[in-house]
T-cell receptor
Framework: DAGVIQSPRHEVTEMGQEVTLRCKPISGHNSLFWYRQTMMRGLELLIYFNNNVPIDDSGMPEDRFSAKMPNASFSTLKIQPSEPRDSAVYFC?????????????FGPGTRLTVT | DAKTTQPPSMDCAEGRAANLPCNHSTISGNEYVYWYRQIHSQGPQYIIHGLKNNETNEMASLIITEDRKSSTLILPHATLRDTAVYYCIGMDSNYQLIWGAGTKLIIKP
């Protein structure tokens, strides 16, 4: 398996522009997670899906952020409009959530810079 | 919800065993302890998890005290490539991982 795939790996954009981050989870996994990592705040869970349904989006910072999972093999995280404080590394992770087994497998991340 | 406490940094000589401690005194009886690591500029990598018994896999061993208030991750023969931030993680009531600041482990030649 190729693991969790994220694209793009790097994104540089200007303030006010729309940014779309993409994720392909590991085949067969039923849960998907979006995280953001910064030096100041560490790793933060933004939202997670179970069987393509958003379960908890309490970590999404504000309405500028939205996430979708139209099918089991694809998810997007969109920021519109982007702001400099959104600059961070965004990770997608997937998991096969079974009783007693909740380990998550992370993608390589997308490094976002908003100028 | 489990909260974990780890030393902010540790050094270990290459080829020696690296022992990373973690305190999780508030962990409940059915909460697993997970260990991940993050090598610079990469996504976190799952290492191992356990509940009560000691666990071992190809990457590491996990020793959990009988009262489950602390655990130790052991890398038996540390290499330079093991330099990373190591996270000891509990779970919240929704089975989500609770990430802390981790321990920055530096392996020295």
């Amino acid at each position: 398996d190729a693991g969790v795939i994220q694209s793009p790996r790097h994104e540089v954009t200007e303030m006010g522009q729309e940014v779309t981050l993409r994720c392909k989870p590991i085949s067969g996994h039923n849960s998907l997670f979006w995280y953001r990592q910064t030096m100041m705040r560490g790793l933060e869970l933004l939202i997670y899906f179970n069987n393509n349904v958003p379960i908890d989006d309490s970590g999404m910072p504000e309405d500028r952020f939205s996430a979708k999972m139209p099918n089991a093999s694809f998810s997007t995280l969109k920021i519109q409009p982007s702001e400099p404080r959104d600059s961070a590394v965004y990770f997608c992770a997937s998991s096969l959530r079974l009783a007693g087994s909740y380990e998550q497998y992370f993608g390589p991340g997308t490094r976002l810079t908003v100028t | 919800d489990a909260k974990t406490t780890q030393p902010p940094s540790m050094d270990c000589a290459e080829g020696r065993a690296a022992n990373l401690p973690c305190n999780h005194s508030t962990i409940s009886g059915n909460e697993y302890v997970y260990w991940y690591r993050q090598i610079h500029s990469q996504g976190p990598q799952y290492i191992i998890h356990g509940l009560k018994n000691n666990e071992t896999n190809e990457m590491a061993s996990l020793i959990i005290t009988e009262d489950r208030k602390s655990s130790t991750l052991i890398l038996p023969h540390a290499t330079l490539r093991d330099t990373a931030v190591y996270y000891c993680i509990g779970m919240d009531s929704n089975y989500q991982l609770i990430w802390g600041a981790g321990t920055k482990l530096i392996i020295k030649p």
